[in-house]
């Protein structure tokens, strides 16, 4: 079960009148949320991500974003809009205390091809949390992040 069901009202578009319709009519069936096939592949690639983000390994990082100008990265301080302008702000990217602790890291699968992960991250040293988004989706080659946000909050 992925959560409480509840009705919504939709627009009848022969009669153009509302009605109301259960959502468990319209939602996946739970068997397409979080499959544990497809949630392994997810969680493989989301945690190579990290290691590649405190490794700065830039090429991994490159290769698991979709490389397309309608890819969006919204980050602590910038808005990244295309793949050209991710890789510009991960050349410039300072490399140094990468390191963070993950905490509260949620990955769901819907269907075969489309996930979310969040999680939030803790830096030695800082008192700031840090929050990330990621929609990956499985492409023909493979699965890509393709929108990301991060922010950070007072702990």
Not at 52 to 76: E, M, P, S
Not at 102 to 118: Q, R, Y
């Amino acid at each position: 079960m992925i959560g409480p069901l509840f009705d919504r009202t939709v627009l009848d578009k022969d009669s153009h009148l509302a009605r109301t319709v259960s959502d468990e009519n319209n939602q996946m069936k739970n068997a397409c949320i979080d499959h544990l096939a497809v949630l392994a592949e997810v969680t493989a690639a989301f945690y190579r991500y990290e290691q590649a983000l405190i490794g700065n390994d830039i090429a991994v990082l490159d290769a698991l974003f979709w490389h397309d100008k309608r890819t969006v990265r919204f980050g602590a301080g910038e808005d990244l809009y295309g793949i050209d302008a991710i890789r510009e702000f991960r050349q410039n990217r300072p490399s140094v205390r990468l390191d963070r602790k993950l905490k509260n890291t949620v990955i769901t699968t819907f269907g075969e091809d489309t996930a979310v992960a969040s999680t939030e991250f803790y830096r030695e040293g800082s008192t700031r949390v840090g929050r990330q988004m990621q929609t990956w989706v499985k492409l023909p080659c493979g699965w890509r992040i393709v929108a990301a946000h991060v922010s950070l909050i007072a702990e």
